[in-house]
């Protein structure tokens, strides 16, 4: 009597040794494969989480406001400890009400729109800084004019700090650039003299979509001048 079951496993069989056999003959590596080759890649890289996130958007429509609530929380189970959130469009400054309450009630995370505190949390682990155009050459002019007003030496240092005094700005150590037109948008220069560059045509607010992303920041030789 013919068991069924037994044909079944023999055709099962056959049919992946075909696929196998097809595979190699067009060059393709099997699913399996290139999940064991991606796994043993990453063994050898060690995964640095950027202490500063930041993202400039370049097309207004690729703003939606539950994507970046997302990339918050998102951004909270990565580990990453700053978030700046450019718009030179004014939509995110005119949604602040809304991003606020995420903050408070579900992130609890600490909030700045353009350098001036909107809320702050005892438990907070995580800084957002919602930037608009102000924060750009602007900031950057009216920092340097405060500098003037005395008669010590104006440094690179004594800039970089009267930023992060005044407008809570400081470097990213990794900027997406959100968008298929390759600008800044008027980003703050100051900011980004060692900063690591990643462009992608959508917002990646998903935990998977952000740890793609800082996978692909951690095979960057960074050097920072050395």
Same mark, same amino acid.
């Given at each position: $009597?013919?068991?069924?079951? +037994?044909?079944?496993?023999?055709?099962? &069989?056959?049919?992946?040794w075909?696929? $196998?056999?097809?595979?190699?003959?067009?060059? /393709?590596?099997?699913? +399996?494969?290139?999940?064991?080759?991606?796994?043993r890649?990453?063994g050898?890289?060690?995964? &640095?989480?950027?202490v500063? #996130?930041?993202?400039?958007?370049?097309?207004?429509?690729?703003?939606? *406001?539950?994507?970046i609530?997302?990339?918050?929380?998102?951004?909270?189970?990565?580990?990453?400890?700053?978030?700046? *959130? /450019?718009?030179?469009?004014?939509?995110?400054?005119?949604?602040?009400?809304?991003?606020?309450?995420?903050?408070?009630?579900?992130?609890?995370?600490?909030?700045f729109?353009?350098?001036?505190?909107?809320?702050?949390?005892?438990?907070s682990?995580?800084?957002?800084?919602?930037?608009?155009?102000? $924060?750009?050459?602007?900031?950057?002019?009216?920092?340097?004019?405060? #500098?003037?007003?005395?008669?010590?030496?104006?440094?690179?240092?004594?800039?970089?700090?009267?930023?992060?005094?005044?407008?809570?700005?400081?470097?990213?150590?990794?900027?997406?650039?959100?968008?298929?037109?390759?600008? *800044?948008?008027? /980003?703050?220069? +100051?900011?980004?003299?060692?900063?690591?560059?990643?462009?992608?045509?959508?917002?990646?607010?998903s935990? &998977?979509? *952000?740890?793609?992303?800082?996978?692909?920041?951690?095979?960057?030789?960074? &050097?920072?001048?050395?």
């Amino acid at each position: $009597m013919i068991d069924v079951g +037994w044909i079944c496993v023999a055709a099962v &069989r056959a049919v992946y040794w075909l696929v $196998m056999l097809v595979c190699n003959f067009l060059g /393709y590596s099997p699913l +399996w494969a290139q999940i064991a080759m991606k796994n043993r890649k990453m063994g050898n890289v060690r995964i &640095r989480i950027p202490v500063h #996130l930041a993202v400039c958007f370049t097309e207004n429509k690729l703003i939606d *406001l539950s994507e970046i609530l997302q990339l918050i929380d998102s951004c909270v189970l990565t580990g990453v400890r700053q978030l700046s *959130l /450019y718009d030179p469009f004014g939509e995110l400054v005119s949604q602040i009400d809304k991003i606020e309450q995420a903050c408070r009630l579900f992130t609890r995370a600490d909030l700045f729109c353009d350098g001036v505190r909107i809320h702050s949390s005892d438990i907070s682990n995580l800084q957002v800084n919602i930037l608009s155009r102000k $924060m750009g050459k602007d900031a950057l002019v009216k920092t340097c004019k405060l #500098l003037c007003e005395n008669d010590e030496k104006i440094t690179g240092e004594r800039i970089s700090k009267a930023l992060e005094e005044k407008f809570h700005l400081s470097d990213p150590d990794f900027l997406l650039q959100i968008g298929n037109v390759p600008t *800044l948008c008027g /980003y703050p220069p +100051w900011n980004l003299r060692i900063t690591e560059f990643l462009q992608s045509p959508r917002l990646p607010c998903s935990r &998977r979509a *952000l740890d793609y992303c800082i996978e692909a920041f951690s095979h960057r030789d960074i &050097r920072i001048g050395k």
